[in-house]
Every structure is written in structure tokens, then in C-alpha cells.
Nanobody, 117 residues
């Protein structure tokens, strides 16, 4: 089992920045993909960014050049740096961890990000 705990969400004005954190614990040795997803009201969950165990990253076109995914492997923490935030970035952001070997897929509880003046 893997446990994921997000933090760092909140209310920010358009153009502002936030950094989300996801602390991972448990059987993290099995994980080879970690990422961030978001779900806006009335919409489905969408991929924001993903990072592999080999440090390759992929970021959605809608947030490219504004969001950066990174991780601190020593502390088992995943980050999402969000800059130049827009009202359409408002959503619940979820941390995800996945093992392609076992097929296990884990989710955090989510953290609310609201971009509004």
C-alpha cells in the first residue's frame, strides 16, 4: 500500500503562484509513475503533469510553461509549482502514484485550488 497526502492548496489571485506538495509513504519502491490530476466542478478528472522514476516529465498543454512537476526522492515528496494561475485552473488537485508492474493505482485525498480576485 501507498499513502499520499497533499498540501499547499488555497485561494490565490489571478497571476499568482502556489506550490502543491504530496508526501508519499508505504511501499513506494513499487511506484514508477507519479503525477498530478485535477477535477473542476462539473468536469472529469484530467491529467496535469506526470513524472517517471527515470525523471522524465510530461505536462498538459493547458498548463505548459506555467506549471512544473518535480520531486525530492530523498524525502518521498512530489511537487507541483504553479505560476501565472488563471481562474480556469480552479479545481481539486489530486496526487497519483502508479505501478505499471503491479497495476496498483493510488490517490491522495485532494487539495482545493481556487483562483479568484
Amino acid at each position: 500500500q501507498v499513502q499520499l497526502v497533499e498540501s499547499g492548496g488555497g485561494l490565490v489571485q489571478p497571476g499568482g503562484s502556489l506550490r502543491l506538495s504530496c508526501a508519499a509513504s508505504g511501499s513506494i519502491f513499487s511506484i514508477n509513475f507519479m503525477g498530478w490530476y485535477r477535477q473542476a466542478p462539473g468536469k472529469g478528472r484530467e491529467l496535469v503533469a506526470v513524472i517517471t522514476s527515470g525523471e522524465r516529465t510530461n505536462v498538459a498543454d493547458s498548463v505548459k510553461d506555467r506549471f512544473t512537476i518535480s520531486r525530492d526522492s530523498a524525502n518521498n515528496t512530489l511537487y507541483l509549482q504553479m505560476n501565472s494561475l488563471k481562474p480556469e485552473d480552479t479545481a481539486v488537485y489530486y496526487c497519483n502514484a502508479r505501478s505499471t508492474r503491479s497495476g496498483n493505482n493510488y490517490w491522495g485525498q485532494g487539495t482545493q485550488v481556487t483562483v479568484s480576485s
